[in-house]
């Protein structure tokens, strides 16, 4: 069993809910008004990080686990969390200002592009 991908994904679980807990800490900061999504900039970016984390956790995971099942765990887990550090950098950085949010998705992106070689190649190896 890929102990070390579980470990990393319970990471990526905990940073969506931490993610989750601005937003609402958010809507009370700049006034937002449940069950509004949009009023204020900073609110809006806030929102859009939580969402666009969302957005991409069904791409993620899955490629995650196919690759630590069908080509390495610690590999896996090493660019898994590669993927949590560009998310965070991509929460500083989107927190700030729409253009900041580039390399923390350049980051995230990479790293899904490389679990999604890492379990091709290791589906096609144990084909």
């Known amino acids: 069993m890929p102990k070390y991908t579980a470990v990393v994904t319970l990471l990526a679980v905990v940073f969506y809910l931490f993610i989750g807990t601005r937003v609402s800490v958010a809507h009370a ?22 969402m666009n984390t969302l957005e991409w956790m069904p791409v993620f995971l899955p490629l995650l686990w196919l690759s630590a099942v069908y080509f390495n765990d610690a ?20 927190r700030e200002a729409v253009d900041k949010r580039r390399p923390g998705f350049f980051i995230q992106a990479m790293a899904c592009l490389m679990l999604l070689i890492g379990a091709v190649a290791g589906i096609v190896m144990h084909w």
Not at 79 to 86: H, K, N, Q, R, S
Request: net charge positive; proline share 5%.
């Open 29 to 50: 900061k700049f006034g937002v008004k449940l069950p509004a999504t949009a009023g204020h900039p900073d609110f809006e970016r806030i929102h859009r990080v939580h």
């Open 75 to 94: 590999a896996s887990a090493a660019i898994g969390l590669a993927w949590i550090v560009g998310r965070v950098l991509y929460y500083v950085g989107y």
